[in-house]
Structures are given as structure tokens and as C-alpha cells.
DNA sequence: ACCCCAACTGAGCGCTCAGTCGGTTTTCAC
DNA sequence: GTGAAAACCGACTGAGCGCTCAGTTGGGGT
């Protein structure tokens, strides 16, 4: 392992632990062993580090995906829906650190000035919500989902699965607990089974 | 207005906006007029005001419900649930800064360290997410929804609001256009009509 | 053997900022 | 009016931190 490599990865546990402002680069020079001097050969400043950091879990991310969804085949968009969100929440698990850094504000506090990390950001969001708008449309084409909204429906099922994930960073649920019931909720929102008009015939 | 107050105004402001690390107390200073001693003569240091901040937001998000639960009177629980959520989303609007002070990775930081930060997050989201649970209960009991488990089921809807509520303080997506979708997603998941088996109440 | 240069080093500079302290003003009870 | 306490002030301190820079190292090319 490098010593540019082993800055990112000890720059990116520690940023996502600690936050980037609480971070000091002594730390991270002290962890990898590499000199103070020797990060800010790699990277021209702290900041430059950071979306060192975004970049790579960006990349790391959507290859994963392009990997699920590669080796996958779905039934319909139902089955690929549910597919989709429990792999997210083992990747949510297997890169916990770094789904960590998402969910501070440090990147949103940077995006505000930085131009590249506001496009880090957002091309990470899409590429996200993106999948699940994807199933979406599958499953609306099938006809294994009612009609919905697909962009929008998909934005919703995002902060649902995305907001559970972070319950469990926080450590103020056991988000994992709420696995199935998340599923269910969602089969429900889309599901196609009454064929009533969207959700006013009560019975 | 009494300095105190106006320096936990400020100061509210400059955390939320700013976050906690990021804002000086010169600034709190320089913009309550109050002079820096006379902050710390007040609280004793800056994570004392940041705690104080906190439990003030809590007590006037308690209130708020509160008040809109007393004079409210609901048909029945799926009534409920709609009104509290869109309370939810207009409170979200009317604290903003509040809120965004809750959506930032300060307060959960402090909560490791700090027990009674700790406590004051618990009982502000616990709060919340009995909120909407009270609803689910009264659904399930006057038959205006299927019988879902109510605690794991709030925590669903409520990381869901949440959710969206982030995403229009992060500014990545416009969450206002979503509140009907939102509303209609948790009818379906709740709703009481016809379903295929899975919950079977009666009407 | 010699040079070159990318990689690396770490002491130290310049600056920032939470918190202090000695003092002044305001308030208010008697 | 008087005294004392509460409220307020702001220059100052000292620890901490991002970043620099002059210097070292080591491996590959000739």
C-alpha cells in the first residue's frame, strides 16, 4: 500500500469518525506513519484531501452497483426494487465509514464554496437515486407496481432507506431491525394488487 | 430581550448555519453586541451554549405540538397521521435553522461524550417519533388502518419526513414538491381498504 | 560511479481562537 | 445615599494547528 493510499484510508476513517474540522493532520500522519510533510506532498491541502476521499467513494460505489446489477437478473421491477434497497443497506454496512462522511455536513458545508465538491456530491445522489428510479420504471412497465411517479417515488424511497441508515450511525435505533418492515413498506407504496385509483377507494 | 437570550438567538443562527466548529465566538459577540466575557460570564463555555440551545429547541418543539394536538380534533387516526405530518413539515419550515441544527453531525458528536447532550437528543427524537406512533395507535384501534406495528412503523415514516426535510436544507433536491407524494406513500402504507392478505383488519 | 528527481521528512512559522481576568457599570435592597 | 452583588466589558494569553521549506533519501537511468 502506498503512502498516498494509506492517507486516504486512514484520512477517511478518521474524517468520518471525527469530522473533518476535528481531524488534525498530525493525526493522520501519525496513523499512516507518514510525515506531516509528506500529505501535504500528496494532496495541496487539507481540503484537497477530502475530495480525494468523495471521489473515491464515488467510484467505489457505483462500481459495486454496476457489479450487483450486472450479475443480477430480475424478474420484474418489484423483485429488483427490494434487490436494490437490501443491497444498499449491506453496502451501507460493508463501507460504514464512509457512508459516515456522507451523512455529516462537512461535504454540504465544502459544496457550498467548492464547485467539484457540490458535483461529487450531487453525481453521487443521482447515481443513487437513479438506481432506484430505474426499478421503479421496470416495475411500472411490467406492471408489477401501480402507477407512480418514478423520480419522485424513487426520491421518497431514497430518504426512507437513507434516513434508516443513519438512525443507525447515530446509534439512536437499531435501524437493522427495521429491515423487513422497510421492505414491506415499500412493496405496499408501489404494489400492484387492487388496482383501485391511486389511493382513495376506501372500502 | 435580554443579552442571554440574544447570544442563544445568535447563536442558534451561527451554529445552525455555520456549525458548531466553524463559528467564533467573536461572532456570537459581534453580533448580540454583547461582549465576549460577558458570553462566558453567561455560559461557561461554548459547548455549555450549544447544550442550552439545544434544550430550548426541544422544549419549543414539545410546545408547538402540544398546542396543535389540543386543538385539533381528529376523525380518526389516519387523520391524525396526515395532520402531523404536515405540521411536521411546517414546523420544519417555520424553526428551519432549528432543524437544520438537528440535521447537522455536531449534537451526535457532542452525544458521545456528553450524557446530558445525549439525553436532550434522545427526548427530543423520541418525542417526535411518539408523536407519530400515537396516531398509528389510534388507526389501528378505530380501524382507519391495517394493523401495522406502530413503533417500527414511526420510525419508518418519521426517518422518511426527516429525510426529506434534509434534503431541502441540503439543497440537492426540491423536497416541497414532494409533500403530496409523501403524504400518499404513507396512506398507502397504512391504509385500511382491500389488501391482498397481508394485514386484514376489518372495515 | 555519478547524477537526478520524485518521495519523503519534521522543526518551526504565523495565525487563530476559546477562555481569562482585572476592571467598570448597572441594579437594587435598605 | 450607600454598599454590594450582578451584569458586562475587551485586551490579553497561550495552546493548538495548517501549512511551509530547506534538507535527506533512495532507486533508476546513463
Redesign the interface.
Known sequence: MSKRDAIIHAATILFST??F??TRMSEISHMTGAAEGTIFYHFKNKEDLFLAILEQFRQDVMNEFDLYLREMEFEDGMEMLEGVLSFYLSLAEKMEDRFLLL????A??LARVNEACKEH??SI?NGLVNIFENALVKGKADGSMVSV?PK??A??I???V???V??NT?E??DAG??YT??I??CR??VRN??N?G??D???
Not at 103 to 106: A, I
Request: aromatic share 14%; proline share 2%; net charge negative.
Open positions: 471525527k469530522g474540522e476535528n451523512h455529516r455536513h462537512d454540504y458545508e456530491l450531487e445522489y411517479p419522485k417515488t426520491l421518497i431514497f430518504s426512507m437513507d434516513g434508516l443513519r438512525f447515530y439512536l435505533y431491525s427495521l418492515e422497510l414491506t413498506a405496499k407504496m394488487q387492487d383501485s391511486i389511493g377507494k376506501n372500502a
